[in-house]
C-alpha cells in the first residue's frame, strides 16, 4: 500500500506521476487501449477538472472509469458522496484500498459498482451530477446511457477525446453537427468547457482531450417517443450528403412519405440533417403518425 505523499494541511493530497505508476505496479496493472486506459497523472488537472464540474457540497456524484483513483480523490473532497462505476475488477479491487489510505474518513462517503457503464442501470444511491475521465471509444454512447437511465443527473463535466467534445457541443449548421450533437440536446445543453494536454496522462494519448459540461433541461414536451425521434435522428444523417426528403426515405416508408411528415413538420425537404435542432427532429416523429391528407 502506498501512503500519501506529505502536503500542506490546508491542500488534500492528490495522486502524482510516481504514485499512479507504484499502484499500478503493486496490482499488476499496464493501461489497455482496448479499455481506453489514460490515467491522469497531474494533480493540478485533476483540481481544474473538478472546478469545472461546479459541485455542491451535498452532492453524489457518478463517476465512470475511476482507473486508479486520481479523479475519485478530488471528487470525494468536493461532494458528499461519489458512487464509482468501473469495468476492470483489478482496477475495481484495488479502488477501496486506495480511498482508505488517501480519504480515510470519506470510506462510507465511496461507493463502488464493478459493471459495464452501458448496462448499469442502477445505483445504490442516487447520482446528480456525473464527472468522468471517458474512454474515447465508448464516451457518446455512456454519456447517452447514463443521461437517459439516470434522470436524477442535473448536471456534469466529461472528459472525452477533443474531437468528440466539440461534436457533442456542435450547434445546428456546424460541420461538425450531426447524431452525438442532436441525440446530446435531447436531453439538455451542452458547452465546450476546456482542453486538456497529452502530458497529464499516463500512458499520454496521441491526441487532446476535451472537457464537456452539460445541464439537463426539462423533458421535450411531445407525443413521439425518444426512440422515435433518435431514429429520425440516424437515419438523417446516415447520408449526410442527401436532402432530408432522400435520407428519410427509407425511415418513412417512401420519399413522398418522407416529403409529407417534413412539410407537416414545417422543415423544408431539400434540407439536410445538419441544419436542424433537437426540436425540428420531434416534429418531424411527431408528423410520421399524422393522417395523410
Known amino acids: 500500500m502506498i501512503e500519501p505523499n ?3 494541511s490546508a491542500v ?3 495522486l502524482g506521476a510516481a504514485d499512479i505508476r507504484r499502484l499500478a505496479e503493486e496490482i499488476g496493472v499496464r493501461p489497455t487501449k482496448t479499455l481506453g486506459q489514460n490515467f491522469v497523472i497531474d494533480g493540478n ?6 472546478a469545472a464540474a461546479e459541485l455542491e457540497p451535498d452532492e453524489t456524484v457518478l463517476e465512470v472509469g475511476p482507473g486508479l483513483g486520481s479523479l475519485t480523490l478530488g471528487l470525494i473532497d468536493a461532494a458528499r458522496t461519489v458512487v464509482a462505476v468501473e469495468i476492470d475488477p483489478v482496477l475495481a479491487g484495488k479502488l477501496p484500498e486506495t480511498v482508505r489510505a488517501w480519504r480515510p474518513d470519506a470510506v462510507e462517503r465511496f461507493h463502488l459498482v464493478l459493471s459495464d457503464a452501458m448496462k448499469v442501470t442502477e445505483l445504490p444511491v442516487e447520482p446528480t451530477a456525473l464527472v468522468a475521465n471517458l474512454p474515447y471509444n465508448v464516451a457518446v454512447p455512456v454519456v447517452l446511457h447514463l443521461l437517459q437511465h439516470f434522470p436524477s443527473i442535473r448536471h456534469g463535466l466529461v472528459m472525452v477525446q477533443d474531437e468528440v467534445a466539440d ?3 456542435a450547434r445546428p449548421g456546424s460541420k461538425i453537427y450531426g447524431v452525438p450533437s442532436v441525440k446530446a440536446a435531447w436531453y439538455g445543453t451542452m ?3 476546456g482542453v486538456i494536454g497529452m502530458n497529464v496522462f499516463w500512458p499520454a494519448p496521441k ?7 452539460f445541464t439537463r433541461g426539462e423533458p421535450p414536451a411531445t407525443t413521439a417517443t425518444r426512440e422515435q425521434v433518435f431514429a429520425v435522428i440516424d437515419a438523417a444523417f446516415a447520408q449526410r450528403r442527401k436532402t432530408l426528403r432522400a435520407s428519410l ?3 418513412a416508408g417512401s420519399p ?3 416529403e409529407r411528415c417534413l412539410v407537416a413538420a414545417g422543415v423544408d425537404p431539400r434540407a439536410r440533417g445538419e441544419v436542424l435542432d433537437i426540436d425540428a427532429y420531434i416534429r418531424i416523429a411527431e408528423a410520421r403518425h399524422l393522417p395523410a391528407d
Do not use: D, M, N
Request: glycine share 4%.
Open 256 to 258: 413522398a412519405e418522407a
Open 6 to 8: 506529505s502536503q500542506p
Open 249 to 251: 426515405a427509407s425511415w
Open 12 to 14: 488534500a493530497p492528490l
Open 207 to 213: 491526441i487532446h482531450s476535451g472537457l464537456v459540461a
Open 191 to 193: 458547452r465546450k468547457a
Open 45 to 50: 488537472t485533476i483540481r481544474r477538472i473538478v
Open 167 to 169: 461534436r457533442l457541443a
